[in-house]
T-cell receptor
Framework: QKEVEQDPGPLSVPEGAIVSLNCTYS??????FMWYRQYSRKGPELLMY????GNKEDGRFTAQVDKSSKYISLFIRDSQPSDSATYLC???????????FGTGTKLQVIP | GAGVSQSPRYKVAKRGQDVALRCDPI?????LFWYQQALGQGPEFLTY????????KSGLPSDRFFAERPEGSVSTLKIQRTQQEDSAVYLC????????????FGPGTRLTVT
């Protein structure tokens, strides 16, 4: 079993839709949770990180963590064509910063 | 620019050749990471440096892979006797002492072994 599981998609939505991206993880030792966005032929860029259960909001993006279910989500409101990219969840136990990434979900927002 | 830079951006090597991939982290960043990203997959951890010390190399897939950061800034990932399965994008990331898990990634080097 992989440490973190993520549906690879692709996911195609119309502009303005609410997008929900999800990951599950297996080890309760993981304490820090991140979402990265990766455009084609670019390196990943950090969107959000959180270390507690609950919601964290930043503009159109909301990260949600449920440690009891080992489930993390990223919601994108009012999706835009510029949001078209691959979204990677990432987890780490904390302290020393080794990060484990999901496979990524490819999102396409259609104008 | 103040971001992480990597060179070359693209590298084609014949099977059996040695390659060296360079990473210039953000100035002042003490932590440096190398990842390997296969097509359609997320990045896989290779190795981690804190300043010049290589603290974790557990992700290096074989003894053909070697990384160094002799002066605590620029890092080089070397792959000896390249194999076709080494074809991937190699990503470098750095983070500062207060950056916790905020790793800044470079654009990667796309290695193709023919």
């Amino acid at each position: 079993q992989k440490e973190v599981e993520q549906d690879p998609g692709p996911l195609s939505v119309p502009e303005g839709a609410i997008v929900s991206l999800n990951c599950t993880y297996s080890n309760s030792a993981f304490q820090y949770f991140m979402w990265y966005r990766q455009y084609s032929r670019k390196g990943p860029e950090l969107l959000m990180y959180t270390y507690s259960s609950g919601n964290k909001e930043d503009g159109r993006f909301t990260a949600q963590v449920d440690k009891s279910s080992k489930y993390i989500s990223l919601f994108i409101r009012d999706s835009q064509p510029s949001d078209s990219a691959t979204y990677l969840c990432a987890i780490t136990p904390g302290g020393y910063q080794k990060v484990t990434f999901g496979t990524g979900t490819k999102l396409q927002v259609i104008p | 620019g103040a971001g992480v830079s990597q060179s070359p951006r693209y590298k084609v090597a014949k099977r059996g050749q040695d390659v060296a991939l360079r990473c210039d982290p953000i100035s002042g960043h003490v932590s440096l990471f190398w990842y390997q990203q296969a097509l359609g997959q997320g990045p896989e951890f290779l190795t981690y440096f804190q300043n010049e010390a290589q603290l974790d190399k557990s992700g290096l897939p074989s003894d053909r892979f070697f990384a160094e950061r002799p002066e605590g800034s620029v890092s080089t990932l070397k792959i000896q006797r390249t194999q076709q399965e080494d074809s991937a994008v190699y990503l470098c990331a750095s983070s500062g002492p207060d950056g916790l898990h905020e790793q800044y990634f470079g654009p990667g080097t796309r290695l193709t072994v023919t």
